[in-house]
């Protein structure tokens, strides 16, 4: 049974299954999802709405990073594939679980998270990292950014991150518990580390993130500075995931 707080925020803490995505259908779930659009920062350069870095089957959603071979008009190298529930279904005081295989590659990140669904620049009401894989890892980095730790740069009062074991060639369930006053994670069921609400710097935005509605993001990203470079000849890559609850 799980606490998850689904689209309004004040609703009563029941332990219950809120809302879950199987991907059960045959396509998207259009009415949760939307495909993530290309931007200019790193993750997301080369994102696209192409069909092939994408697929729902057997209940599993895949997300591809692909070599670019079928769209001579877009000049991106790559092509990769990247789900969010932005403006559809949000997310509040609870715990969040993701089931997801990731296949390693070099250069392969992907990413599983949390923003705030309102207009809000970043990194003001934070950002949750629910999973950071990087490359052939066999560990996930679990983080949090906001106004604290970005532009303040109090990365270390309280810690903003940790690292959890996964097992690399098997689905692994990645978990974060949002609190008022702390947020906690976990790897397999097993707590990786918490970041606590420090009331003394509230004025300096160090948790904000149960303060606006949530959206998740599911992202299989290819290449950046902190990942480094592809390997040309590791792609294709993809990440699957079982369910969202």
């Known amino acids: 049974l799980l606490l998850l707080v689904v689209s309004s925020f004040g609703c009563s803490h029941r332990l219950s299954l809120e809302w879950e995505e199987n991907f059960n259908s045959k396509e998207l779930n259009h009415a949760s999802w939307s495909k993530i659009p290309r931007g ?3 993750w997301c350069k080369y994102m696209s709405n192409f069909d092939s870095c994408y697929s729902v089957n057997k209940g599993k959603l895949v997300l591809r990073g692909l070599h670019n071979y079928s769209l001579p008009n877009d000049t991106a190298p790559y092509l990769t594939g990247g789900v969010f529930t932005k403006g559809k279904v949000n997310f509040g005081i609870g ?3 993701i089931k997801a295989r990731l296949h390693g590659a070099t250069g392969a990140w992907p990413a599983i998270w949390l923003l705030p ?3 809000v620049k970043w990194p003001k009401g934070g950002e949750i990292d629910i999973m950071e894989r990087l490359n052939y890892d066999a560990k996930a980095y ?3 950014h906001s106004h604290y730790t970005v532009d303040l740069g109090k990365k270390e009062t309280p810690p903003h991150y ?3 074991k996964i097992n690399p060639d098997k689905y692994n369930v990645y978990a974060v518990e949002i609190h008022a006053d702390s947020l906690v994670f976990f790897i397999n069921n097993k707590k990786t580390f918490s970041y606590p609400r420090l009331a003394e710097f509230d004025k300096d935005g160090q948790f904000e993130f149960a303060k606006y509605p ?3 993001m599911i992202d299989m990203q290819l290449g950046g500075d902190w990942v480094g470079k592809i390997n040309p000849k590791d792609v294709p890559v993809s990440m699957e995931v079982d369910w969202v609850r």
């Open 214 to 216: 949530l959206y998740l």
């Open 142 to 144: 679990q983080t949090v």
């Open 117 to 119: 669904d309102n207009d």
């Open 95 to 97: 715990r969040l679980e």
């Open 40 to 42: 200019k920062a790193e």
């Open 162 to 164: 940790s690292t959890g």
